[in-house]
């Protein structure tokens, strides 16, 4: 069932709750689909904490009084950490609808940023930038591989002026290179392409460097959504 997150009488994202259980059966979880509106939402209402799925747990107690929940974890800072996040956001009035849109009953619901560090999305104009950028390195390239390729043969003299651009070239490729030991690698595979290639992307060709189980993995959304239902919530 796909369920619909909501924020102040707007909707934010959807996930289906689709977590394997863990023994108590009111705390759902499930990978979180922000929308539009919801990524902006997401720098404050989403925590970074590692924990918060296990905070939902802290007060089960099966048939023999046995919790799921290490002792030392119950008062621990990571968990004051994860309450301190719901307090600051409980403004942000979360709301758990089903796929009729029926309103359910829920006593905590929790966002998880898994990723925080990874980078805000380039504007359209930073984007545009990005592009010119790569379309001047593409240039300088293509120029470098040139005068390589004209010194290598040594059938046409090479100017002073351009043996000083060379040499400056080569020499910023070394300091980026530095580190990644490039040229060192035996590689068998002399056509590269990008990931823009469909038939076997990523599969083993240099540009990508996955190989076919790594392609395979699941691409994991970035966040996701931890929730206690309330009484009567399916």
């Known amino acids: 069932m796909l369920y619909t997150v909501w924020s102040r009488g707007e909707p934010i994202g959807t996930t289906e709750l689709g977590f394997r259980g863990v023994g ?78 029926v309103h359910l009953s829920v006593a905590e619901v929790g966002i998880q940023d898994k990723h925080p560090d990874w980078p805000v999305p380039l504007t359209p104009e930073q984007l545009a930038a990005y592009r010119v950028t790569e379309q001047a390195e593409n240039e300088r390239r293509k120029e470098r591989e040139a005068l390589v390729s004209v010194n290598a043969a040594g059938s046409h003299p090479i100017s002073e002026a351009d043996q000083k651009m060379l040499d400056e070239m080569l020499a910023d490729d070394e300091e980026h290179m530095e580190g990644c030991e490039y040229f060192d690698t035996p590689c068998d595979i002399t056509t590269p392409v990008g990931w823009g290639y469909e038939e076997t992307q990523g599969d083993n060709e240099l540009g990508s460097g996955w190989n076919t189980t790594l392609r395979d993995l699941p691409d994991f959304p970035r966040y996701q959504v931890h929730v206690i239902l309330g009484a009567g919530a399916d």
Not at 89 to 100: G, M
């Open 24 to 101: 108590f059966e009111r705390a759902r979880s499930g990978h979180f689909h922000p929308n539009a509106r919801g990524e902006e939402l997401m720098e404050e209402l989403a925590s970074d904490s590692h924990c918060m799925r296990a905070y939902m747990h802290r007060n089960y107690r099966d048939a023999e009084g046995n919790d799921l929940i290490d002792p030392e974890y119950v008062g621990c800072d990571w968990f004051a950490d994860v309450a301190e996040h719901l307090h600051q956001t409980a403004h942000f009035d979360l709301e758990l609808r089903d796929e009729n849109n």
